[in-house]
């Protein structure tokens, strides 16, 4: 589909003025150059164009008359560095950068304005390559237009990460952020320290499999020659003091205990730091810092600095004499003398120190710039005390956050920040100083991979909320606009698809997927982004063509329905499937229980998968007491596998339709499985169902399976059951004085 126009630039850009008349690119067309400086990018551009238009444009000694694209560097250009202006007009096209990097974002606006197959990787068949007549002068509002992806939680393959890079380099964004230690794994060669990377790469996962990858020191050099090519400063995070497991399994001498240690395979904060009394922590530090600051032309170097724990260093001799040698009051000011140690070896790399909002605890290193996540404090107390800041808060840049119902969407670490929401991001904070908003560099998108287990699914999060967030670092507070952003929007998904890039799109919400009815099924539908969704109820695949979702749709037979979300370029969602029953009410049954809580089979082992467990034969027996919050419950420890099948009754209220929700393994009411997340990621419900249940007690078996599958440990939520009564809003959580035995 085929769709150009002035209206669909991202970042919107400062001023754009459609003009009568087009340009058309055709293989005729030459460049026109004025500087030598531009030779790389009319090479990068050249290819591109090649790729998909089969047009081989060259360089013209002399203006021709018409059909001619014209680069020039123009360092006076109102707007500086990044700044560009563009002319169309049926003759040629005039485009000036206020460095090569300005022309760069001119000529990324240039092949937005073309038709978005200018996007294909492959020869496209097209009569015209027009582009639409225009006057723009553009420049971008903040410095830091950034991106960081964690690669270490789950590892993102050196191609991935190029695809990122392009899409970074299509919205001018200029700064990818590069997590690359880790507790779950180290992901950089070090040629000094080759344990790194033969130990810390590779974790054994919860459920015994193997998991590594990292990047050789090549492997490095090539990414950041290709995101240079683009524009785009690598930044290199290495983590300190905590979030170290994986270089102190390695070399466990730089810890405090001496070890030994293990990868990491659950997620969250680990205790086990670099011990801050050890002047050889410090030295392999200096010498990782010295191979990997030879890697980097960036001006930063992101030390990390966050979640450090401090009871390690409450305990150890060394670290506690450093504190009195160094007269630190408390291990606020150790992290504090640790961090200002590092700083010193970056100054004297000529790079810049910049670090999570944590390193502003016991005071914060004189020349250090503050990367605020845990909300905007740290950003504002850092700024008004003089330091750049990039603006990251939780609510609106985490892009690991839900951007859909949780019951519907492949499992995420939480939260819920949609593309609205991070659309509207502000980054300088209402609270902050006149004479300090310009310490605020800009912001990024944070993309932490403890739930994204594949390349694809780390796209499915980016995309397109990263996106948002690149015209929210260029373009100006007041031109901002999210519904203007969103119809640009749906013209540029169709330049992300000629990508392969695996892009959210909002999924049909509202029924599970099994929805039991006595009477009539009432199924509302709605989506994140109001598109229109198609269904069918034959069972059949929905295509463009089907029936669209008006109302409520409403049922007394019982049908599958398929619906899925329909984006404008005819693209569409994944499919969802609606089971509807009819069904009767369970009947109550007239047990007699005398106790509160589940009876509990039990032993000390566990299991990835239900099924295993029809083979224990050695149950341990006691009074179960199932509710997970407050004192009753029993917790268990990841750490110490443990399987549990709780047996019992469930006493309801009321009759109704009830829906379900649990990270059990396995839940059963009323006789049947209603609930299976067998061998699945159970950090929040996966599989809610509905079921008609009469006022009274109905049997339950609760299958706990105490192991970790995916990297979230069970126990960390515990036993977990809750309901709600069809058209109530709120699930309530079932207690233990519902339950008896
Ligand atoms: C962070 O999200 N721990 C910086
Ligand atoms: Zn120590």
Known sequence: MSQSNTTHVIPLPEKITPMAGSFVLNKSTKWVVQNEETDSIITFFSDKIKQSTGFELETAKEEPSNNFVSLNINTALPGGKEAYALSVTKDFVYISGGSAQGLFYGLQTLLQLLPAEIESSSLVKKSMWT?????????????????????????VPVENIKKHLDMMAMFKMNTFHWHLTEDQAWRIEIKKYPRLTEVGATRIEGEGHTYSGYYSQEDVKEIVAYAAERFITV???????????????AYPEYSCTGGPFEVRNVWGVEPDVYCAGNDDTFQFLEDVIDEVVALFPSPYFHIGGD?????????????????????LKDEHELQSYFIKRIEKVLIAHNKKMIGWDEILEGGLAESAAVMSWRGEEGGIEAASQGHDVVMTPGNWCYLDHYQGDYRIEPVAIGGYTTLEEAYNYE??????????????????GNVWTEYMYTPALVEYRVYPRLIALAEVNWTSKAQKDYQSFVKRLDNNLVRLDLHTINYHIPLPEGPVDKVVYLDKARLEFTNTRNYPMVYTTDGSEPTTTSDVYKNVLTFTEDKTIKIATLLPHGKMSKARTIEINKTNKHRAV???????????????????????????????????????????????????????????YLTIEEDGVYEFQTNLDQFYIAGQLLIDNDGEVKRFSRHNTT???????????????????????????????????????????????????
């Open 131 to 155: 582009i639409p007549a225009v006057e723009i002068k553009d420049k971008p509002r903040f410095k830091w237009r950034g991106m960081h992806l964690d690669v270490c939680r789950h590892f």
């Open 235 to 249: 930044v290199p995070e290495i983590e300190l003091p905590g979030h170290a497991l994986a270089a102190l399994a």
């Open 307 to 327: 979640e450090c724990p401090k009871e390690r260093w409450e305990k150890c001799r060394k670290c506690q004499r450093r504190m009195r040698q160094e007269g």
């Open 427 to 444: 980054p300088v904070p209402a609270e902050l100083e006149a004479d300090k908003v310009h310490h605020v560099l800009g912001t990024q």
């Open 590 to 648: 007239s047990a007699e229980t005398t106790k509160e809580g589940l009876a509990e089979q039990y032993i000390d082992k566990t299991f990835v998968y239900a099924a295993n467990i029809d083979k224990v034969t050695d149950w341990k027996e006691r009074d179960g007491l199932v509710e997970n919050r407050g004192s009753k419950y029993r917790k268990t420890d990841y750490k110490q596998p443990s399987s549990h099948i709780f047996t019992g």
């Open 691 to 741: 079921i008609a249940l009469a006022k009274g007690k109905h049997p339950v078996k609760l299958v706990y399976l105490n192991n970790v599958i995916g990297g979230w440990p069970q126990a960390w939520n515990g036993p977990k059951v809750e309901y709600r009564k069809l058209g109530d809003e709120k699930f309530i959580r079932v207690t233990n004085e519902m339950y008896s035995f």
